[in-house]
């Protein structure tokens, strides 16, 4: 993709979403930037000094306009003062604070990094400091010397906002939604990717295809029956290209038998199973259902059954009598193996790693007191003074602690402290030697150890 002349951004076909992963935002639009090519960015990610806004005035000078509960920007790097690399990132209302560990950006199936990603949380100059839910990832590029990285990328996101989006979907404004005419998906800007929610899916894509407006959508959504191919080969059959692991398809409904109502779901080596609930799809904002939508994983008939990890969103349109439903929209989806490092790591871009390399700047950084090692200060301790061995035992009592059972007319029940047999319980019987005549005299052997209760060495007992 290329964005060597301005995109018509204002003919976005609905579901495409400005989505870039790390990788494209450090290696594409910081780097352009860096090198001074303002033409391939300035036109979606804007020069902006985040630092000079309070953030809920910053979503205004994003230059793509959406309700997207994030924005981009291209920020100059001001430092406290003139000798100093610590980043000033106060604002006239507050400031923005480093937290949690810095992360590196590397080059997607690789070890080479190119970027680190920081995280920032806005907090109000107030007493007490108000910590608000407005959030910003900078990120750096570790590929220019100190002095070449003028400029960081911020990404603004507002938590509370996100969390409404995420229930109810987030679409973009119907200004910049249109499908009318021939698509070309390579002419949008790096980033761009197709992330409809569930009512884009079945209020606009599978609707219009219900109703024969087959040019609106068929350049975004191919018809294709699924069950005629096996998972692994149906991304070929999608009509956007990409790497991501997800595919669209607007498939035709194939009964069981004449007269059932049971769709059939079996493929040459296969069969799709429901499970889990479904789910109402409804308009943004109301409780009007539109559609449903179904989950079906993907199962190999094998001898047993095996269950893989391709999973379908299968949708259906609520408001149309069930003659007229004849295709369904079909999600379908690969799941990373989470004992697969490299296929994680593919599908799960965005997470990064811990950063080995120094902090860009200290500013602001939370830390942690080192303490100190006294290891070497500590005197050498022999255990064995303190812990005799077992056998030394019998040294310091008057009978021996060989005869672990105290029940002495009870058969069966002892255990023995010679080697490590204490754990074996015996069926014979024991006959334990006293170092006592009578019955008194071990009675009196035993009030000796107690002095009002408190139990006391043998010695302190002569002694009282």
């Not at 949380?121 to 003028?150: C, G, L, M």
């Not at 679409?171 to 249109?178: E, G, K, R």
């Not at 080596?269 to 259902?289: C, L, M, P, S």
């Not at 697969?340 to 602001?364: F, K, P």
Request: hydrophobic letters at 35%; charged letters at 25%.
């Amino acid at each position: 993709m290329t964005t060597l002349f301005p995109p018509t951004l204002n003919y976005v076909p609905v579901g495409f979403r400005f989505r870039p992963t790390d990788e494209e935002l450090v290696k594409y639009y910081l780097k352009n930037k860096l090198l001074g090519n303002d033409f391939i960015v300035n036109n979606v990610i804007a020069e902006v000094d985040v630092f000079k806004f309070v953030p809920w005035d910053l979503p205004a000078c994003s230059a793509i306009k959406s309700d997207d509960p994030e924005w981009f920007f291209l920020c100059p790097i001001n430092y406290k003062y003139a000798k100093s690399k610590r980043i000033d990132r106060t604002t006239k209302n507050g400031f923005w604070k480093a937290t949690g560990k810095d992360r590196n950006i590397k080059i997607r199936g690789t070890n080479e990094v190119i970027g680190i990603k920081k995280t920032l949380v806005y907090h109000e100059d107030s007493v007490p400091v108000v910590k608000t839910n407005w959030i910003i990832h900078e990120y750096h590029d570790a590929t220019f010397d100190d002095h070449q990285r003028t400029l960081v990328l911020c990404r603004l996101i507002s938590k509370a906002a996100k969390k409404i989006c995420d229930e109810l979907g987030d679409p973009i404004p119907s200004t910049q939604m249109t499908t009318s005419f021939p698509f070309i998906h390579d002419s949008l800007p790096v980033g761009f990717r197709f992330c409809p929610t569930g009512e884009e899916l079945v209020h606009h894509y599978l609707r219009n295809k219900l109703l024969g407006n087959d040019a609106i959508v068929n350049n975004v959504i191919a018809e294709v029956d699924i069950c005629k191919f096996e998972p692994s080969d149906l991304s070929a059959c999608s009509a956007i290209k990409s790497d991501d692991p997800e595919w669209f398809f607007l498939c035709p409904i194939n009964y069981k038998y004449a007269k059932s109502k049971r769709i059939d779901r079996t493929t040459k080596n296969g069969f799709w199973k429901a499970t889990g609930k479904d789910r109402n799809i409804k308009i943004r904002g109301t409780n009007e259902v539109i559609g449903i939508k179904k989950t079906l994983v993907y199962h190999e008939d094998s001898v047993p059954v095996v269950k893989t990890n391709w999973i379908i969103h299968e949708y259906h349109d609520a408001t149309f009598d069930d003659h007229q439903r004849t295709f369904v929209l079909c999600h379908l989806m690969k799941k990373a193996q989470k004992n697969t490092e490299v296929e994680a790591d593919a599908l799960t871009w965005d997470e990064g790693e811990q950063s080995i390399h120094m902090s860009l700047d200290y500013e602001n950084q939370e830390t942690v007191e080192e303490i100190p090692d006294v290891s070497g200060t500590l005197p050498e301790i022999n255990m064995e003074s303190i812990f005799e061995e077992p056998y030394q035992v019998d040294n310091y009592f008057p009978f021996s602690t060989r005869q672990c059972s105290i029940y002495e007319n009870e058969p069966g029940g002892s255990f023995s402290n010679s080697e490590f047999q204490c754990a074996n319980f015996r069926n014979e019987d024991i006959v334990i030697r006293s170092p006592f005549e009578t019955i008194e005299e071990e009675n009196k052997f035993v009030n000796s150890m107690f002095v009002d209760r408190d139990f006391v060495t043998s010695e302190n007992s002569r002694q009282s």
